[in-house]
């Protein structure tokens, strides 16, 4: 951002979002292949701007864990295409999740938010 900012880079808007979430740090060397998510990316439609920060206007909701596996969820990337494309930002969840099979990975509408100090 800071390139954008000042005039290093024009950057354009993305037109999709897609997000990922993963059992660790996905670290600023973050690819579209390393580390490998829990889960597929899932495509996120509709934000909230305000300010600083943006927030999910909907409910995210993945698939169901399967049969015989385990998810920690504990961090999260968004990305520019289903297939990864440029990393747009990551972080940690505020708290770390243990989900069993059968279980669906939720995150209420307005509770991901990515805010730029």
């Known amino acids: ?8 880079a024009a950057l354009p808007q993305p037109n999709q979002w ?11 060397a ?3 292949t390393t580390p490998t998510p829990v889960t597929s ?7 909230t701007l305000s300010n600083n920060e943006v927030s999910n206007t909907n ?13 920690t969820v504990s961090h999260f990337a968004l990305f ?3 297939s990864g494309g ?14 069993q099979e059968g279980d669906i990975l939720f995150i209420a509408a307005g509770q991901l938010v990515i805010r730029e100090l």
């Open 1 to 8: 951002m800071i390139a954008h900012l000042f005039g290093g």
């Open 18 to 28: 897609w997000l990922a979430v993963y059992d660790e740090d996905p670290t600023d």
């Open 30 to 32: 973050l690819t579209n």
């Open 41 to 47: 990316l899932l495509q996120i439609l509709n934000w």
């Open 59 to 71: 409910i995210i909701q993945f698939e169901p864990v399967p049969v015989g596996e385990t998810w």
């Open 80 to 82: 520019d295409a289903s």
């Open 86 to 99: 440029n990393p747009l930002y990551h972080g940690a969840f505020r708290t770390a999740k243990v989900l």
